[in-house]
């Protein structure tokens, strides 16, 4: 019993990071349509910003964050701009597949030796891990670091969209482009915050996920991205409790499966979620189907 | 329309000839080893690429499912047809046929078996299903080994005997290609693509869209497994990174790049994709061996922002089009 | 010889929700062989979730639907299509990319003679079955006069023609029952006068059944011999032109309550 609770606290830290890269995907996908493949690779380089910030120039761990936050962000902000918008009109495979070059090109432009270099690394720990035994569940405090900081930032996410007036302006344009643009909101700055937003949180996400997995290499942010996704639209896609639910649930079904199945099935446990809630209500679990009008 | 008509079978004929001409100038070049080997494994690799990239234009630029998951048909033909030769003890060169047959069997059966559920999807849900297929199933193969030793797992399958050659990838790279090209002109190729144009036109007007996305899925995915089984015998090696979602990624970049629903796009990007990416391998520096695979992605981008219809549009050089008898 | 008089079409109780709303509620429809009838209605009366029940688009929620005496409420879109139940669209649904002549032979693929096999190695099968796709395809081009655009994108062509293809679209594979939703949309006057003789000429060379949905009254006014009026999911006045031109229940659904209470209050004082 004691070790099912400790797998869903393990599972709940996971979630957690997942919850974060998943609220970006469902932000841009609400808002342009687009299934934005280069989302992990930015949580990628939030991971290595904080790595750079605690150990090269020793800030200490909040401000690392918001500098990994704000670099992430930035990033967001400049591949919409160069490479999503051009494509703004254009079919939609072609804003895909420049988001599966994106993607490659993040990866493998950091894997150069005078980027980031293709090796692992070893995420520094900013303070001492301390572990809390609460009946025979041990608790550390990197875990409730990153769960508070999640939280923190999932509910300043929802109170801004939901109080304030560019909160509002991002709703407007993910129901409706051409109306919102028509009651004069300025419809590039509203898709470049979403995007700074959302890159910014998945930035968050490296940061904490670097500090919960002290290992990052270029390509870490392909799977977590992926299953990201897959939390996203298991709560349904372009609602934001939706990722965050999703999220819970991606990380959770993944520590119980890594440690009652087996350790290699992880992954293909991830993507069978995913058919099945596809297959069986692909609005996701808080999700509306819409029905296409003739 | 006589003229026409002869018109037609003359350019049959040209086609023909030209196609034994270019078969027997390369395979006289790979003889005699003026072509050296290395070189005839990128020839073979771009025949190859070309096979499995025609299945999925098919897939996605004829019939309009975007699969993300083809490198997963690539590897379970790859697989099965390693598997059957190696377990058969088949060593001749000759009998790489029945490695095929399996291969293209078992990819189509399991293409058609996920395609009931997956087909139903609509368009970018489609893609992230399939790309979650490709996934699992490449789990299947890191951990295939438990079932099946001989299939390695992740360590990888050795001991394949290498029965490909020039002859088997040429013959059937213009096989597929005419295949291709036969269907797509034909009352059922117009039904697939229809299903691409408008769903629900095409059920208005009678077209069983169902029936016809799997037709063309599986089809697509035959053409994966048989590429994917020329390819075993080709490295004589395989390792289930050969078959991720990165690989699926390449086909469709391939199919992109040359124009959706052009098979003449598709067979020459193919061939450059190939020629480009592996035949640098030689070329380059090791210092910036490295920076192709920063390039590669870039180019991409630019080239979805420039032209997104890709290099040929959907345009087909001449032989390849179907030549409309045009009565007045 | 016996002859069997039944109904093209017959809806009992059909009604169809989404969620709460009731698009459509009760419709009961019958229509004889060779009538041209109308569908009316002020916006969001229901009109065209009708036309998608009855090709098979939506399930309906309740009711059933025969067509020729059989049941198809339960089939699937192309199953009714080949049954012989075809239609137009409110926005035009052309093949855009394909040619004029690909858009026609599309809808007669079902009624083809071979298959994928066949097609592959172009046999001789193919080729003959080919043959005749492609005359009969032209043949119904030229009754439409569109043979001069058969190798044109169907994306290219004026609206008007675009309009005339999809009608030609419905028509190749002999239907009997035609389903048309607002064929005159985004039409001025003389196109319109065009379309009443097209319908009225398809409705006599074609021997069809047709049901159609339009706005403009001139058309329907025009060349309908039944009207059905809807409202908010359900008919509520049925019969010839003039009967339903001077039903007061018409005149409320368009006009709205306090307009009608206006014209009679004038009625009264002149």
Redesign the interface.
Known sequence: MSSFLQQVINGLQLGSVYALIALGYTLVYGII?L?NFAHGDVFMVGAYLGFYAILRFHMPFPIALLFAMAGAGLLGIIIEKL?YR??RN?????????A??????LE??S???FVFGPNYLAYPRPFPVVNFNIGNVTISNIQIIVFCVAIVLMVILQLFVSKTKTGMAMRAVSFDKSTAQLMGINIDYIISITFGIGSALAGAGGVLYGIAYPQINPFMGIMPG?KA??AA?LGGIGIIPGAMLGAGIMGMVEVLTSAYISS??R??I???V??IV??VK?AGLLGKSSI?K? | MLKLNIKNKISKIKIILFCIVLYLLLQVLLSTGIINSYWQQIICYAGIMTISALGLNLIYGFTGQ?SLGHAAFFGIGAYTSAFVIKIAHLNNTFYLILGLIAAGILAGLIAYVIGL??L??????L???T???G??IK??F??ADAILPVLGGSRGMIGIPKLTNFTWVFVLAILGIV?LR??IN??????L??VR??E??????????TKYKT?GFVIGSVYAGVAGGLYAHLYAFLHPSNFDF?KS?DV??IV?LGGMASISGTIFAAVIWVFILEGLRVVLPEAIL??R??I???L??LI??FR?SGIFG?REIKFLAYH????K | MKTNVYTILETKGLSRYFGGLKAVSNFNLVLMPGELVGLIGPNGAGKTTVFNLI???YAPSAGSIKFCNDEISNL????I??KGV??T?QNI??????SVL?NI??????K?N???TH????SKK?QD??KL??EKS?EILDIFHLTSR??ETAKNLPYGEQRRLEIA??LI?KPKLLLLDEPGAGMNPSEIKNLMELINFVHERFDLTILLIEHQMRVVMGICERIAVMDFGEIISEGSPDEIQSDPKVIEAYLGKTTTECITEQEDVA
């Open positions: 349509r299934i490479a051009p494509l254009a079919p939609k495979i072609a804003c895909l597949i420049t599966l070059g994106v993607s490659l090109f493998n432009f894997s150069l030796k992926l996704f897959v639209v290699a099935m992954d293909a991830a993507f069978l995913l058919l596809l297959l692909p296409e003739v | 975007f559920p997956i139903r999807l609509r368009s970018d849900y893609g992230i299903a790309l979650g297929f996934i699992i789990v299947i890191d951990n295949i036969n269907l034909s009352a059922p190729g117009r039904a693509i229809s144009e408008d629900i036109a095409a059920e208005a007007v009678g077209v069983n869209t037709l990165l990624i469709l970049l992109v490295d920076w695979l920063v590669y992605p870039l991409l981008i979805m922002i997104p959907s409309e008898e045009k009565t | 090709t098979g688009m699937k879109p192309h199953q299509a080949q075809t239609r669209f649904r052309l093949f855009s990319s394909l690909d032979r599309i809808a007669y693929h079902y083809v071979y298959g994928v097609a592959i190695i172009h193919y079955n080919e796709i492609k032209l058969a190798y679209r419905a594979g």
